[in-house]
């Protein structure tokens, strides 16, 4: 996982702004070993009090002042990074980050405070899914987290995959299976239902109600026999012991089982398929972390992380080393990842942009907020058809940049130049990269990202579906970067996938 962070002092606490979108404040100023050149801006006499509850615009709301725009800019400058490369992140953010399909899990030593979801608006992303949650770890301080994920749609497998029929269920995708017969596909079904997705005709669907089959002469055959459905599958549950039962809770909702009960399909077990059961695999996550500390003199410190990370890091064959004299790439050519890819995708993150007087110099008004922009990468891997100093490379740019109203940000059409960086992998641990980037200034940024993907698989040139160890470029590719231009600065996160 790809996340850094960037760290401020300021001594007033800061205002949120209309400008701001998805921020509580993001600190700047002082700590930074450059601060952005930007002049003060100048302090206007607040508008008078209209009699409506204060000055503004007669609602009852204050009217946010220019000044205040700018001193949120300020502080965003400062949280972003401005002049500073991009440091690990240390102990003052929790870096215990885990997540499934998207949502994420922070642990904190001794205590855990749990993250709850936010309805707080921020930018949509075509394809991508966003999710914010906020949290007070402490006294003073709170965290606000802006996830994007790509997760797909669970996908469709074959019966005898999902309920493991050649290995008799022991390995099972799913809950509920005990064990299958493998000749005919029959399942005997688990006693603790788990997530497992019940439709049965007579089964209970009300508050802690049982159904039972009781071993009587009275008892009609078809009261052992029930149609339905098990995870989409149509067939039949038959009670083979002498008594079986069926039990809810207090919601309705199917929980336990007694023993006896098997599921027969409809059908040919090889041609049916279960809809929808194969969670995505294979995604990626960008986003970043904002966090506010104001301690009991008033003073308020701001954090700012960029998070990047996948669900299946590339762990692609060995790169060796580039020759410092040379350039090249030892074993490079005989490599068996090949050729070049593009990859293209959607970026985020926090921005400031100033206005410049007609000598270059930063003066009111300013504006800070969330960005939405482009990612496209290069990744030049090794074979003949690659020069030898390109091989296992990888640069790219990051363009387009709107607010999270889809407005550009700057009439100067921001483009980062995310400068050519080698590729590193052992053969045991993911590829990654890092590099610097520019954006025309004197000011360098940074960047630095992994790729994502399976690394082997079957040859799609070969008719059959046979697995062998043929090796694929990478799917995917995620990052984080920061950047300096002109009348501006970025920082922020992408997702690029494979085109």
């Given at each position: 996982?790809?996340?850094?962070?960037?760290?401020?002092?300021?001594?007033?606490?800061?205002?949120?702004?209309?400008?701001?979108?998805?921020?509580?404040?993001?600190?700047?100023?002082?700590?930074?070993?450059?601060?952005?050149?930007?002049?003060?801006?100048?302090?206007?006499?607040?508008?008078?009090?209209?009699?409506?509850?204060?000055?503004?615009?007669?609602?009852?709301?204050?009217?946010?002042?220019?000044?205040?725009?700018?001193?949120?800019?300020?502080?965003?400058?400062?949280?972003?990074?401005?002049?500073?490369?991009?440091?690990?992140?240390?102990?003052?953010?929790?870096?215990?980050?885990?997540?499934?399909?998207?949502?994420?899990?922070?642990?904190?030593?001794?205590?855990?405070?749990?993250?709850?979801?936010?309805?707080?608006?921020?930018?949509?992303?075509?394809?991508?899914?966003?999710?914010?949650?906020?949290?007070?770890?402490?006294?003073?301080?709170?965290?606000?987290?802006?996830?994007?994920?790509?997760?797909?749609?669970?996908?469709?497998?074959?019966?005898?995959?999902?309920?493991?029929?050649?290995?008799?269920?022991?390995?099972?995708?799913?809950?509920?299976?005990?064990?299958?017969?493998?000749?005919?596909?029959?399942?005997?079904?688990?006693?603790?239902?788990?997530?497992?997705?019940?439709?049965?005709?007579?089964?209970?669907?009300?508050?802690?109600?049982?159904?039972?089959?009781?071993?009587?002469?009275?008892?009609?055959?078809?009261?052992?026999?029930?149609?339905?459905?098990?995870?989409?599958?149509?067939?039949?549950?038959?009670?083979?012991?002498?008594?079986?039962?069926?039990?809810?809770?207090?919601?309705?909702?199917?929980?336990?089982?007694?023993?006896?009960?098997?599921?027969?399909?409809?059908?040919?077990?090889?041609?049916?398929?279960?809809?929808?059961?194969?969670?995505?695999?294979?995604?990626?996550?960008?986003?970043?972390?904002?966090?506010?500390?104001?301690?009991?003199?008033?003073?308020?410190?701001?954090?700012?992380?960029?998070?990047?990370?996948?669900?299946?890091?590339?762990?692609?064959?060995?790169?060796?080393?580039?020759?410092?004299?040379?350039?090249?790439?030892?074993?490079?050519?005989?490599?068996?990842?090949?050729?070049?890819?593009?990859?293209?995708?959607?970026a985020t993150g926090m921005y400031i942009m100033k206005t410049l007087d007609s000598?270059?110099?930063?003066?009111?008004?300013?504006?800070?907020?969330?960005?939405?922009?482009?990612?496209?990468?290069?990744?030049?891997?090794?074979?003949?058809?690659?020069?030898?100093?390109?091989?296992?490379?990888?640069?790219?740019?990051?363009?387009?940049?709107?607010?999270?109203?889809?407005?550009?940000?700057?009439?100067?059409?921001?483009?980062?130049?995310?400068?050519?960086?080698?590729?590193?992998?052992?053969?045991?641990?993911?590829?990654?990269?890092?590099?610097?980037?520019?954006?025309?200034?004197?000011?360098?940024?940074?960047?630095?990202?992994?790729?994502?993907?399976?690394?082997?698989?079957?040859?799609?040139?070969?008719?059959?579906?046979?697995?062998?160890?043929?090796?694929?470029?990478?799917?995917?590719?995620?990052?984080?970067?920061?950047?300096?231009?002109?009348?501006?600065?970025?920082?922020?996160?992408?997702?690029?996938?494979?085109?």
């Open positions: 996982m790809q996340l850094h962070k960037f760290k401020i002092h300021w001594g007033a606490i800061c205002l949120i702004t209309v400008l701001s979108l998805v921020m509580y404040g993001c600190g700047g100023g002082g700590s930074s070993s450059s601060e952005p050149e930007v002049d003060s801006p100048p302090t206007e006499t607040p508008p008078a009090d209209d009699g409506e509850g204060g000055a503004g615009d007669g609602d009852g709301e204050p009217e946010v002042s220019q000044d205040d725009i700018d001193a949120e800019a300020m502080r965003v400058a400062g949280a972003i990074g401005i002049g500073t490369p991009m440091p690990v992140i240390g102990d003052a953010l929790p870096t215990n980050i885990t997540h499934t399909k998207g949502a994420i899990e922070i642990k904190d030593e001794p205590e855990d405070t749990d993250l709850m979801k936010s309805d707080e608006m921020v930018a949509a992303i075509p394809k991508w899914k966003s999710n914010v949650y906020m949290r007070a770890p402490s006294e003073g301080v709170e965290d606000m987290i802006v996830l994007y994920n790509d997760v797909g749609p669970h996908t469709d497998e074959s019966y005898g995959t999902v309920f493991d029929i050649v290995g008799s269920g022991e390995d099972a995708l799913v809950d509920g299976v005990a064990s299958t017969d493998p000749d005919t596909g029959v399942l005997t079904l688990a006693t603790t239902v788990g997530d497992a997705i019940y439709t049965v005709d007579g089964f209970p669907s009300g508050d802690r109600q049982t159904f039972e089959v009781m071993d009587d002469p009275k008892t009609a055959a078809d009261d052992r026999e029930k149609q339905g459905t098990f995870y989409g599958v149509p067939g039949k549950f038959t009670c083979i012991a002498t008594s079986c039962s069926a039990t809810t809770d207090n919601k309705g909702k199917l929980v336990t089982i007694s023993e006896g009960w098997t599921f027969t399909p409809t059908g040919n077990i090889e041609d049916i398929k279960v809809k929808g059961v194969i969670p995505d695999a294979d995604y990626m996550v960008m986003g970043y972390w904002l966090e506010k500390t104001t301690d009991t003199a008033g003073k308020t410190t701001y954090e700012f992380s960029h998070i990047s990370d996948g669900a299946r890091a590339y762990i692609g064959a060995a790169i060796g080393a580039r020759d410092a004299d040379s350039g090249v790439i030892t074993g490079a050519e005989a490599h068996a990842v090949t050729k070049t890819a593009k990859y293209a995708g959607p000598l270059g110099g930063a003066i009111s008004p300013f504006s800070s907020g969330q960005f939405v922009a482009n990612a496209m990468l290069t990744a030049n891997f090794g074979g003949n058809s690659v020069a030898v100093t390109d091989q296992f490379s990888v640069s790219g740019t990051v363009s387009g940049f709107v607010d999270a109203e889809g407005a550009p940000i700057s009439e100067d059409r921001w483009t980062l130049k995310l400068m050519k960086s080698d590729i590193s992998g052992d053969g045991t641990l993911g590829w990654t990269f890092s590099g610097d980037t520019t954006g025309g200034t004197s000011d360098s940024g940074s960047w630095a990202g992994a790729f994502y993907g399976p690394a082997l698989g079957d040859n799609p040139a070969t008719a059959d579906d046979v697995e062998t160890d043929f090796p694929f470029q990478p799917g995917a590719a995620a990052g984080t970067f920061n950047g300096h231009f002109a009348n501006g600065h970025v920082a922020g996160a992408f997702g690029a996938t494979k085109q």
